[in-house]
């Protein structure tokens, strides 16, 4: 049984930096690519960054140039810096294995995810 565990989230000003952690524990393929997603009520759950096993990244393009993936495999931690946080990227941020060519989850079941609120 695979399970992540996000943390890191909190209450930040914009322009301001968070750092987001997520372990992935359980019969999970290391060389599984691995991706971050949010999601705000009433929305879907939208793909934020991706990393593959190689250490190639791809961003949606709202967060490119501001977030930075990154992970490291022997610890099985996934890592998402955020910089200049914006109001719009207050949402609930998850990780998950993907399929690194389409960014699709790979269908595990999701985990609590870490609140991120960017107010002033």
């Given at each position: 049984q695979v399970q992540f565990v996000e943390?890191?989230?909190g209450l930040v000003q914009p322009g301001g930096s968070l750092r987001l952690s997520c372990v992935a524990s359980g019969s999970i393929d290391k060389s599984y690519s691995m991706g971050w997603y949010r999601q705000v009520p009433g929305n879907q759950r939208a793909f934020v960054a991706?990393?593959?096993s190689v250490g190639n990244t791809k961003y949606a393009g709202s967060v490119r140039g501001r977030f930075t993936i990154s992970r490291d495999n022997a610890k099985n931690t996934l890592y998402l810096q955020m910089d200049n946080l914006k109001l719009e990227d207050t949402a609930?941020?998850?990780c998950h294995a993907i399929f690194y060519s389409t960014a699709t989850p790979r269908g595990?079941?999701?985990g609590q995810g870490t609140q991120v609120t960017v107010s002033s």
């Open positions: 943390s890191g989230g991706g990393i593959n609930r941020y998850y595990y079941d999701w």
